[in-house]
C-alpha cells in the first residue's frame, strides 16, 4: 500500500478491507482472481453520486414530462404525470421497492417520451441538462456530485487489472452520455436500464416500447452475466435494489449515506441491505468516518 | 506497414485497404478516429471459422437433438427435430435466410434443451463437444478451422487501440465459452443471439424462453449499440445476414469463400452480400488469393 492508494479514505477497516481483497486477489496463492475474472461492478445512484432527494435522472425526465403536461394538460390524470403534476415524490420514491404500480407506468412513459429519437438526439438533450440544471441543495450542476473517493476507487481497481461496470437501475443510455468523461470507463462498461432500439436506414432509432428488464434487484446480477458472462468479484451498491448484485460478488462494499453535513443522512431504501451487510459480513463504509473529501474528479491512471 | 503486420495476407488491394484505414484512423487528420469510438465487430460464422456444411453449433445442437428424439420418438414428427431426424439440412440453412419458419421452431428448440442449465454446465457441455468432436471434411476440431489471418486482423487491430467484438448469429453463450482463449477477446466483447437468464438463489439459471432477439441482419448493429453504445468503425462479415453490420460500419471487409481446395468455394447466402459491396465499394477478401495461409492460430499482442 503507498500514501497515495485511495487518499481520499480515512485509513480504517473499510479502507483495509478493499487493500487486503485487492491484495490477495492479485497475489498467487489462495484467494487469487484470475485476470480474466477480475469483473467489477458499480451501482450509481447513491454509490456514485447523489441520490437525494431524488436519482439526478428524476430531474431529467421531471423536465421533460413538464413540457408533455403543458403541451397536453390530460396527461396529468395518468400515472407518471399525476404524481409529478401534484408532487408526490413518494409515488418516485417507491421505485426502490420494485413497485410494480410505479414502475410499469414510469416505464411506459419513458418509452412514450424518447420513441423516435436516436442516440444522438438523446445524448444533446441530457448534455444540456448535464451543463444547465442545478442541484437544489448543493447549487452546482448534478455531475459535481460525483464521489471522489469512489472515482479513486475505480481508478485503483482499473490499476489492479480487474474492469469496471456500473451496474444501476438508471437509464443505460443515460449514463452512457457521461461515462467516459466522468468515470473513465468506456459506454460498453455501462449497464442499466435500456430502452429497445431497431435498426432502421442507417440508422438506431429508440422504439415506442416501455424500457425492458428493470436493472434492480435481481436483474442486476442478471444483466451483469448477459453482458459480460460472468458474475461480478467485486461490486459496490448502497441500497435494497443493489442486494442481489452484492451477494453474487465475492467481495461487496456497501457505503452508508450518514453524512448529513456534507452529503444526506438518511436509510430509507437501505434497510434490508444493511441487514445483509452484517448477516454476511460486507465491507459497510460510512461516509461521515471513512471519507476525508466527499465530491471531486481524479487524475486517471489510463 | 512492417513485416510482422498480417504475414498472412499477401500483398494485394485487401491487404492494403486494411492497412491504409487503420493507419489513416490513428493519424491526426482527416479520418482519425478518437480512440473511444475504435469499435471493430466480426461475424464469427464463415468470418472466422469455417461454416460448411453447416455452422459448427449446429453440430453440437444437432448431438443434443439426437438425444432427445432417441429419449422422446415423438419429437420426430415436429420441427427441427423432423428436419434432423431425415437429414434435411436445408431446412436449417434456411437460417441464412431469415426464414421464421426455419428459425421460429429452432430457437424454441433451443430454449427447451437448455433451460434450467447454469452457464458452468453448459461451458463444461461445449467443452466436451470442442475436444471430442471432429469436422467432417478435415477430421479436427472445429476449433482448429479459425483463419489465421482474421487472427492476425484482430491482433492489429487491438494493437491499434481497437476493441474488437465479434458479432454472429450463433449463441453468445456458446462462443463465449471459447472467446478468450481462440480468439484473444473478453467474454463482454461476444455479441450473438442470447438466451434468457434468471438470478435465483444465487446462482445465473437459463430460462424455458427461447433466444430472443436473434442476432443476426439488422439485430446485429442494434445489439452493437446496445451492447458498446455505439456503431462499428470496422466491420467484417461473409454473409447476407451480415450486410446491415457492414453497412453500419465506416469500414467493411466482406471475405469470400473461393478456395475449394483449401477450405470451400461457395456463394450461397452471400448473393446480396456481394452485390452490396460492390456498390458501396467494400473491401472484399479473396480467400484463395488474399491469404498464404488459412488456418492457425497467432501469437497474442496482450
Chains 1, 2 share one sequence.
Request: proline content about 6%; some cysteine.
Amino acid at each position: 500500500m503507498t500514501a497515495s492508494e485511495l487518499p481520499s479514505w480515512n485509513a480504517g477497516p473499510a479502507k483495509r478491507a478493499v487493500l487486503d481483497f485487492v491484495a490477495t486477489a492479485t497475489t498467487p496463492g489462495a484467494g487469487f482472481i484470475d485476470v480474466a475474472d477480475r469483473i467489477a461492478a458499480f451501482d450509481n445512484d447513491g454509490t456514485l453520486w447523489s441520490e437525494q432527494p431524488l436519482p439526478p435522472q428524476f430531474d431529467f425526465v421531471f423536465r421533460r414530462w413538464g413540457k408533455e403536461v403543458a403541451a397536453d394538460p390530460l396527461l396529468a390524470s395518468i400515472q407518471p404525470y399525476k404524481a409529478l403534476a401534484e408532487k408526490d415524490m413518494s409515488f418516485f420514491a417507491r421505485v426502490a421497492a420494485q413497485d410494480p404500480e410505479t414502475i410499469t407506468p414510469l416505464l411506459e412513459a419513458f418509452g412514450r417520451s424518447w420513441a423516435g429519437t436516436t442516440p444522438q438526439d438523446f445524448d444533446a438533450e441530457v448534455r444540456v441538462w448535464l451543463e444547465t440544471v442545478k442541484q437544489p441543495k448543493f447549487d452546482v450542476p448534478y455531475i459535481d456530485l460525483v464521489y471522489r473517493p469512489m472515482l479513486e476507487l475505480i481508478e485503483y481497481l482499473k490499476a489492479n487489472d480487474f474492469r469496471v461496470f456500473v451496474c444501476s437501475g438508471g437509464g443505460r443510455d443515460f449514463m452512457r452520455t457521461f461515462a467516459e468523461e466522468t468515470w473513465g470507463i468506456y459506454k460498453e462498461n455501462v449497464i442499466g436500464s435500456a430502452a429497445d432500439y431497431r435498426y432502421v436506414d442507417g440508422q438506431i432509432v429508440r422504439t415506442e416500447s416501455g424500457l425492458g428488464g428493470l436493472d434492480i434487484g435481481p436483474g442486476k446480477p442478471e444483466h451483469i452475466f448477459a453482458q459480460t458472462g460472468r458474475l461480478p468479484v467485486f461490486a459496490g451498491g448502497n441500497a435494497d435494489v443493489d442486494i442481489e448484485m452484492l451477494e453474487s460478488a465475492r467481495f461487496a462494499l456497501l457505503l452508508n449515506h450518514d453524512d448529513g453535513q456534507r452529503e444526506f443522512a438518511y436509510s430509507t431504501g437501505a434497510e434490508r441491505a444493511v441487514a445483509r451487510a452484517a448477516a454476511l459480513d460486507w465491507t459497510v463504509v460510512s461516509m461521515r468516518n471513512d471519507w476525508n473529501t466527499v465530491f471531486g474528479t481524479v487524475e486517471r491512471v489510463r
